[in-house]
């Protein structure tokens, strides 16, 4: 079917484009669409329907969101059909990619300047419309890494797992954020071309994506670990010795593991702008304190989101006190989100370790650091905030769970249960109720 698909669209341009592809890449791509434009179909009927049902939420909104950047034309059908992608942390980034950082708002250095650097540029042929452009990058960046993932999994197992991996990469409810104005595409498609890179022993490419990855993300720096786990471990080609015990690496070093020296020079690359442009090189981190973040260890993390249940919990019952939440959130819809968040740390948790021998050690590595560098910094109310963004942008849970879905055929019931999901959470969004 592939060689007729190619042969038929030679004679026009779709077909050249197919052509110049390649039948795995096209059948990547266009399984790839499916999924991306299903779950997209579900995000955007749930969103409006919640906006038709619930409105603005405007007392929500304009905290928020007090200058309005996901409704530029003011309550327009333009700010109605982007309003699911537009929400949150959406402001932020457009705000960063309008006005830049600014010494009298430190907390906007809390977020680091590719994304917004892209949406600026994308802007300029759209006469400076900003979110339309972060709808675009984020769109883009999504079928990216979409179509990757297909590809990788394709050549390493079959397609058929390979669309089960990518659907569920799609239908996840936090894979909201794979099309908002969010940086959740764009690192996951710079994080998992950086560890295919170095399973092709290409690490001159592996470190410089990994360096742009952290010029996206805080979290990108870490990309030091899988790719370490890569190269000394990995099943990746090149010659490998003998292994007798676990902890004698696979692969000598070589020069070329210098490369991985890169990643750190985007985080500092951002220090140094950061220097000039406010005065100060270590605003990122000074930043963490605006958004009430602090260090512990993920097992302290993980401790203060069951005590915070807990507290919860007693408070809500009348057997103690506890301090009240930020202004707007119910106590007992609080108390739901926090025990599906920890729920949904234990889901990962379990993927990862049925997923330990599926997938490749440097995958699994990433997927326990990605994990662990969230729970190693909670906001002290709000513990396990943003948990699910956060381990959206590990792919290596996606996969994990794409393989699991695949065996036993449980995608029969997965998928419905996902795309539901899914639609849920999108009202939660849109309606301002929480984010993730």
Same mark, same amino acid.
């Given at each position: 079917m592939s060689d007729s698909l190619a042969q038929t669209g030679a004679r026009g341009p779709r077909g050249a484009f197919a052509e110049a592809l390649g039948p795995a890449w096209t059948g990547a791509l266009r399984e790839a669409v499916r999924a991306f434009a299903l779950s997209r179909l579900v995000v955007w009927a749930a969103g409006l329907l919640a906006?038709?049902?619930?409105?603005?939420?405007?007392?929500?909104?304009?905290?928020?969101?007090?200058? !309005?950047?996901?409704?530029? @034309?003011?309550?327009?059908? *333009?700010?109605?059909?982007?309003?699911?992608?537009?929400?949150?942390?959406? @402001? !932020?980034?457009?705000?960063?990619?309008?006005?830049?950082?600014?010494? @009298?708002?430190?907390?906007?250095?809390?977020?680091?300047?590719?994304?917004?650097?892209?949406?600026?540029?994308?802007?300029?042929?759209?006469?400076?419309?900003? *979110?339309?452009?972060?709808?675009?990058?984020? !769109?883009?960046?999504?079928?990216?890494?979409? @179509?990757?993932l297909h590809r990788v999994v394709a050549a390493a197992r079959d397609a058929a797992t390979a669309t089960t991996v990518v659907r569920v990469a799609a239908y996840v409810p936090p894979a909201i954020f794979l099309s908002a104005i969010y940086t959740e595409s764009l690192f996951l498609l710079l994080s998992f071309a950086a560890l295919v890179a170095a399973r092709r022993d290409r690490w001159a490419l592996a470190g410089l994506l990994a360096a742009v990855a952290a010029s996206c993300r805080s979290i990108g720096i870490l990309l030091v670990v899988p790719l370490a786990v890569e190269y000394l471990w990995g099943r990746r080609t090149g010659g490998a010795r003998a292994v007798t015990r676990w902890w004698r690496p696979r692969h000598r070093l070589r020069p070329d593991v210098l490369w991985i020296g890169l990643v750190p020079l985007g985080f500092l690359a951002y220090a140094a702008f950061l220097g000039i442009a406010t005065g100060d090189p270590a605003g990122a981190v000074r930043a963490q304190g605006d958004w009430e973040r602090t260090f512990l260890t993920p097992i302290g993390g993980l401790g203060a989101g069951a005590y915070v249940i807990v507290g919860r919990a007693g408070d809500l019952l009348g057997l103690w006190y506890m301090a009240p939440l930020a202004p707007g959130q119910v106590p007992g819809l609080a108390l739901a989100r926090d025990v599906v968040l920890l729920v949904m740390v234990g889901v990962t948790i379990a993927a990862l370790w049925w997923a330990r021998r599926r997938m490749p050690i440097a995958w699994v590595a990433w997927g326990v650091v990605s994990l662990c560098y969230p729970l190693s910094v909670p906001s002290m109310q709000q513990p396990l905030m943003s948990m699910p963004r956060f381990i959206l942008a590990a792919f290596p849970l996606l996969v994990a769970l794409g393989l699991w879905a695949h065996e036993g055929r449980r995608m029969r019931w997965v998928a419905p249960t996902l795309l539901v999901l899914q639609a849920l959470w999108s009202v939660l969004f849109v309606s301002w109720t929480w984010a993730a």
């Open positions: 906006l038709l049902l619930l409105g603005w939420a405007d007392s929500r909104g304009a905290r928020l969101d007090p200058l !309005w950047a996901c409704r530029p @034309t003011g309550s327009g059908p *333009v700010d109605v059909l982007v309003a699911p992608g537009c929400r949150w942390d959406s @402001t !932020w980034y457009l705000k960063i990619a309008g006005q830049g950082y600014s010494v @009298t708002e430190p907390a906007r250095s809390a977020f680091f300047p590719l994304y917004p650097l892209l949406v600026n540029v994308v802007s300029a042929p759209l006469g400076g419309a900003l *979110v339309p452009a972060g709808l675009l990058v984020s !769109w883009a960046c999504a079928l990216g890494f979409l @179509t990757g």
